[in-house]
């Protein structure tokens, strides 16, 4: 039975082969993947959420039911973790609240008000308009309409989210979506008068 069992070079080689195929980008999302799924790190403790969150886009699931089920560290505080983040702007804090509360309170669809409460528990400076600030998150793209006139965050807000607080990676990961959704239409040039129509 022994040639049943493969050892560890053999593993390695394959996953090193298999790898090579993929950008270096995909390479990582897979790694953490992997990582994610087996419960572990490169040094051999448990992962954070974040990179299981990471690692389980990159593996097509879906982060509002998948990720909970195997996230461990959903204890951390609103105030923590806004903290973590870094936000620089209100339409950031509107995403990084609307993923909270999405994963770490189990409310994927939310209103204004929920918004408004979550950033007062995380000992955030009040929005001088929450309204305006939910509304500019909707127009970035990371926000969405939901059901019953909730919103909930959009697949480019929860990347953007993630890659916080390394700014320039957040906006390119939301850069490199909306380039991909939202072809241009062309031109449509007014037909000039011309003295047949006469």
Known sequence: MEEESCNDLDILTSIISALKKLSRDDQQRTLQAVATFLNLSPQGTAIVADSRIAASSAAG??????????????NISPK????????????????????????????????????????????????????????????????VQATKGNKQISASGELYVQYLPDQAAARASVQGIRKKSRPRKPSVKKRESTQDDN
Do not use: W
């Not at 982060?63 to 909970?68: G, H, K, N, R």
């Open 80 to 143: 923590d973790f806004m903290r973590d983040k870094g936000c620089r702007s209100d339409v950031e804090k509107v995403a990084c609240l609307a993923y909270y509360l999405t994963h770490y309170r189990d409310n994927p669809h939310f209103k204004t008000l929920d918004i408004s409460a979550l950033n007062t528990e995380a000992a955030q400076p009040k929005f001088s308009n929450a309204s305006v600030a939910v509304d500019n998150a909707m127009k970035a793209g990371l926000l």
């Open 61 to 74: 699931f879906t982060a509002s039911s998948d990720v909970s089920n195997f996230s461990e560290d959903r």
